[in-house]
């Protein structure tokens, strides 16, 4: 997508502090954090919102979790727990139509969210 500020960051056309880069996963720095640790990870492939995942794409989703483990292991600010959110639609907060995960790390989270 010509107009996405997800695809221009995977493109390069929109600096990031990239965190982790694989053929499909694109991970990078929250710009304005939530936590200690705010990243976001993204489909390289443009997926406008989590109620578009379908049979044909479902694959690079399950990946994503498959990298948010991967660091998850890797940083020890994970230890104590990390907390996962994607919003899906403009009402829940969803800003950017790139399918993205919050991947948040390096405090206590309070429950209920948001």
């Known amino acids: 997508m010509n107009d996405c500020l997800f695809c221009k960051i ?3 056309e929109i600096p990031s502090t990239k965190i982790y880069e694989d053929d ?3 991970v990078f720095a929250d710009i304005e954090p939530t936590a200690p640790v705010h990243w976001l990870a993204v489909p390289k ?14 694959a690079v989703i399950s990946h994503i979790y498959e990298v948010i483990s991967k660091l998850a292991a890797e940083h020890e600010e994970f230890a104590d727990g990390f907390r996962v959110v994607s919003n899906c639609g403009k009402t829940a907060g969803q800003s950017v139509f790139h399918i993205h995960f919050h991947i948040l790390a390096g405090r206590e989270f309070a429950w209920p969210a948001g």
């Open 10 to 12: 995977i493109a390069g």
């Open 45 to 58: 492939t443009h997926i406008a919102k989590l109620s578009d995942v379908n049979e044909s794409n479902s």
């Open 24 to 26: 499909s996963v694109f």
